[in-house]
């Protein structure tokens, strides 16, 4: 919105809590929810929310995805999803639509975290999806008309042992301060998903971590549960920004967030994880992303070069 002011294009906030807004320049008007405008068509909006269609169409255009497994939300027989476990023996268990990190369990290893897992997926509705886990690191590009604008790294929150505090009264701080730093957007849920990396080392919530020991509370390194950002821009591989470019385009998407594993930033080894329809901008600063979305929206109020 201070973007398009500061070019002259009328704002008009048509529902400040759902972040829905409305642009106008000469006979040109486009309604926005944050990222998300008029130009992105119902049926790219539909293959995002789809994991299982946005995977299909990974697969076709090239990208490298993870084999995966599709489960009905109604069936009770976990066999097929406990020898996908053996095979690979660590999986994500993540419903078939959704986002902001909702129902997803990273890192599953045993058959009762399976269950629970499933359990979690299942409340969300629809498919559940098993999916074999990809060891590195989380990283969003975004992609706006069909160029790169910006890539970061997402790195999962953590806590550090004081010997003083519980592990909930760390997560609790943890959380407070990542709503301060991002306006109330991240936060760091106390479920079970942040419980059962907890235990994993050897704590339970109200346990006291040793003095200087990092704990992982969340595998996933989504924003709003408490992941936070580190921009890898200049150090994108042409390999990833091939695969971010390819999946936008099989999507037919203007703009979105393409999620990848990565072993690192500047390396070619990657695969596809979701994408989103919606993704921050805010986030990438410094990069240019308001300026590419005004852009995209208004092509004619971009400045002339020079």
């Not at 080392?201 to 969340?218: M, W």
Request: net charge negative; charged share 30%.
């Amino acid at each position: 919105m201070d973007e398009a002011r500061r070019r002259g294009i009328g704002v008009e906030v048509l529902d400040a809590e759902g972040g829905f807004f409305k642009l106008t320049r000469g006979g040109r008007s486009v309604v926005c929810r944050e990222s998300l405008s008029e130009l992105t068509h119902a049926v790219a909006m539909s293959r995002c929310d789809d994991k299982s269609v946005t995977r299909r169409l990974m697969i076709e255009a090239g990208v490298p995805t993870p084999e995966q497994l599709s489960l009905s939300p109604k069936t009770d027989d976990l066999s097929e999803a406990e020898a996908f476990l053996q095979k690979h023996g660590s999986i994500v268990v993540k419903p078939a639509r959704g986002e902001q990190g909702r129902g997803v369990s990273v890192g599953i290893e045993t058959r009762e975290d399976l269950k629970a897992a499933f359990e979690d997926a299942r409340a969300h509705g629809g498919a559940v999806l098993v999916e074999q886990c990809v060891a590195g690191d989380d990283l969003r590009v975004l992609v706006i008309n069909d160029a790169v604008v910006a890539a970061a790294l997402r790195k999962p929150p953590q806590i550090r042992g004081d010997g003083v505090k519980t592990a909930r009264q760390l997560i609790e701080g943890l959380s407070r301060r990542r709503a301060a730093a991002t306006g109330g957007e991240s936060t760091v849920p106390l479920d079970a998903e942040t419980e059962r990396n907890v235990a994993r080392a050897g704590y339970q919530l109200d346990d006291i971590p040793k003095a200087g020991e990092v704990i992982r509370v969340r595998r996933t390194a989504n924003l709003h549960t408490g992941g936070a950002l580190h921009d890898v821009t200049d150090k994108l591989h042409p390999a990833i920004e091939h695969s971010a470019l390819a999946a936008a385009r099989a999507i037919e998407i203007p703009v979105v967030g393409v999620d990848f594993i990565v072993t690192a930033p500047d390396a070619p080894d990657h695969v596809f994880i979701e994408a989103n329809e919606r993704p921050g901008l805010a986030n990438h600063e410094p990069q240019p992303t308001a300026e590419r979305f005004i852009d995209l929206l208004f092509p004619l109020s971009a400045p002339r070069k020079t």
